[in-house]
DNA sequence: CGAGCAGTTGAGAGATGTCAAATACAGTGG
DNA sequence: CCACTGTATTTGACATCTCTCAACTGCTCG
């Protein structure tokens, strides 16, 4: 079952019932992983792609001096390597932060449905380009915004995709990752993101007891975080597809 | 002439004469565009897909406080806005930074490409997921480099993409932009990237004169740098084709 | 109950920002 | 060719942010 997956897609898709039977087959199994599990690793040429159903994973590189850099989080509904199936060797490193669910399909299958389900290959796309997306919404954050509200801006982030694959109430989500995490996702020290945290939990931004965010006003918190989900494309495009119309 | 755009590709790909051909014929024109002239607004709904031919643009976002953050440079042989015509809305604004030459190319032109010419669908994939693996690596930089670290990474980078397009000799290159760009894509402040800038100098890194940058040792600037050039795909794949091999 | 990891706190060091002014440089009009 | 103007670069002083180190607390799980 891809739920996750098919639900994402179908926000901004009308998918055929031809195209969700596709889709319902193309798992070649389905691998249950423990937090801090690699799933890929830099330098692999992986043979299938791996699609999230449930948990926290992320892409991350280690540096030389063996400092971490998370560069993105996959969540239920995200696919890990579709980059490495197509370009071949892998130029960073995935790995689960909590516990997963993570579904297989065989490289091959993916290719099969880009030249012949023209939706799906154009969801595809659509995928790739989204999550692209967000990597420039993080540049912005590293770059220009000040810890906190680049704080503020993932966590707004984070709960819009969850809502999309329904992983997330309308103010508050489960978010299985340590403030370590954090750190390495934000550039900081944990120190200095405790700090951070603390602070948002000071204006009342926030609320995160153990694993478990709430947000007592999430129209406070996108303020403060100028967060604006453009950049995440879930509503159907203003123009048609992209595909020649005929 | 689509020269730097076929050059970038036939690094990777073996294009055959027909895609060369089809290449050729994309241009629906070309504009010459002055510095600081933006090519598309955050917003906008492209109708066309503009090539780079010369000179140096960049992908940036202004925030609600004035400051802007690049997220890209662009370069010749670089697309400006596949993702536009295929998501709909810009989600960011392109701009160049020198004065430019830019090819014009209808978005249904690419439609045909991807869908006539199995190999340049390919590429296109290809070029737009090397695109995200440099920003990957930009929020590595941004999230964990030290400021000199994450500069020299950027020189190192830009001289191996300008060189794959013939812009650049074996140890220098034009970098027709000013510090305050760099400041934006570091995510400095000007002042503090003329320390930097001047740190490197020091150290015999860099030689930065007006707009000509010169490299005295190539290899101490990467090793400074610790840039692995294996995220920018430029050799051929140690895997085939993505396309099904029949 | 104890071990271990995550979270928290305090103090001082280092990196980076801001402000303001001086210098260098490129392009323009006379 | 020169003076003039506006922009880019450079410098200094001081403020702020973030880091490091080290200790302490609290929670979870065996």
């Given at each position: 079952?891809?739920?996750?997956?098919?639900?994402?897609?179908?926000?901004?898709?009308t998918?055929?019932?031809?195209d969700?039977?596709?889709l319902?087959?193309?798992?070649?199994g389905?691998?249950?992983?423990?937090?801090?599990?690699?799933?890929?690793?830099?330098?692999?040429?992986?043979?299938?792609?791996?699609?999230?159903?449930?948990?926290?994973?992320?892409?991350?590189?280690i540096?030389?001096?063996?400092?971490?850099?998370?560069?993105?989080?996959?969540?239920?509904?995200?696919?890990?390597?579709?980059?490495?199936?197509?370009?071949?060797?892998m130029?960073?490193?995935?790995?689960?932060?909590?516990?997963?669910?993570?579904?297989?399909?065989?490289?091959?299958?993916i290719?099969?449905?880009?030249?012949?389900?023209?939706?799906?290959?154009?969801?595809?796309?659509?995928?790739?380009?989204?999550?692209?997306?967000?990597?420039?919404?993080?540049?912005?954050?590293?770059?220009?915004?000040?810890?906190?509200?680049?704080?503020?801006?993932?966590?707004?982030?984070?709960?819009?995709?969850?809502?999309?694959?329904?992983?997330?109430?309308?103010?508050?989500?489960?978010?299985?990752?340590?403030?370590?995490?954090?750190?390495?996702?934000?550039?900081?020290?944990?120190?200095?993101?405790?700090?951070?945290?603390?602070?948002?939990?000071?204006?009342?931004?926030?609320?995160?007891?153990?694993?478990?965010?709430?947000?007592?006003?999430?129209?406070?918190?996108?303020?403060?975080?100028?967060?604006?989900?453009?950049?995440?494309?879930?509503?159907?495009?203003?123009?048609?597809?992209?595909?020649?119309?005929?």
């Amino acid at each position: 079952m891809l739920n996750p997956f098919i639900q994402k897609l179908e926000h901004r898709f009308t998918l055929s019932d031809a195209d969700r039977a596709a889709l319902e087959r193309v798992s070649a199994g389905e691998r249950r992983l423990g937090p801090r599990a690699d799933i890929i690793r830099e330098g692999e040429i992986p043979d299938h792609v791996y699609l999230i159903q449930s948990g926290f994973a992320c892409r991350y590189k280690i540096l030389p001096n063996g400092s971490r850099s998370i560069i993105a989080y996959l969540i239920p509904g995200d696919l890990c390597d579709l980059n490495g199936a197509i370009l071949g060797e892998m130029d960073h490193s995935v790995g689960t932060l909590s516990a997963c669910n993570v579904v297989v399909i065989p490289r091959e299958t993916i290719l099969d449905l880009t030249t012949q389900y023209p939706t799906l290959n154009h969801a595809l796309w659509w995928s790739v380009l989204v999550e692209e997306a967000i990597l420039r919404e993080w540049v912005v954050g590293l770059g220009r915004r000040s810890a906190d509200q680049h704080l503020a801006h993932i966590l707004c982030e984070v709960l819009v995709r969850l809502q999309a694959v329904g992983h997330a109430t309308v103010d508050s989500y489960e978010l299985p990752i340590t403030q370590g995490d954090l750190s390495d996702t934000l550039g900081l020290s944990n120190v200095h993101v405790n700090r951070v945290l603390q602070e948002l939990r000071r204006k009342d931004l926030v609320v995160l007891k153990g694993k478990s965010l709430s947000i007592p006003n999430v129209d406070a918190l996108k303020t403060f975080a100028e967060f604006n989900p453009n950049y995440l494309h879930l509503k159907p495009s203003r123009r048609g597809s992209l595909l020649p119309q005929r």
